[in-house]
């Protein structure tokens, strides 16, 4: 029950700044994490990961750092409101473009998609583009 509420709390909290945004090259998102308090984008990004169906192919905006995995994989990273525990969601450029160093402070948007791989699922942001 009380993670029933908690959940209910997060949704009417990140609707009510569903009306609040910024302008973009890019166009109107689904998903504007940029507008939001890192303590909501954490957990906006943690049910994103717990509940991918809710998400998928919806244009996403996001604020965070930029992170390249063993595997080579590009992530964004978000860090909850006391930096210590953090979430991420891969993306994906168009081949031509250059990927940021890692740490890099970016604002990537694209389509929220998943895959699996092996055993895995995944998350990523498709047709991205860095603003």
Known sequence: MK????????????????????SSDVGDVDVDLTT??????????????????????????????????HGGTHSCIVYDALGCCTEGIEYLLPEDEEYPDDGEAITVVGTFATYTKGEGKYFVLIDAVIE
């Open 3 to 22: 993670k029933y509420l908690s959940l209910l709390l997060v949704l009417t909290i990140i609707i009510s700044f569903a009306g609040c945004g910024k």
């Open 36 to 69: 939001m308090s890192s303590t909501m984008v954490y957990s906006y990004v943690a049910d994103m990961l717990a509940n991918p169906s809710n998400y998928k192919g919806q244009l996403v905006r996001m604020d965070g750092d930029s992170n390249t995995t």
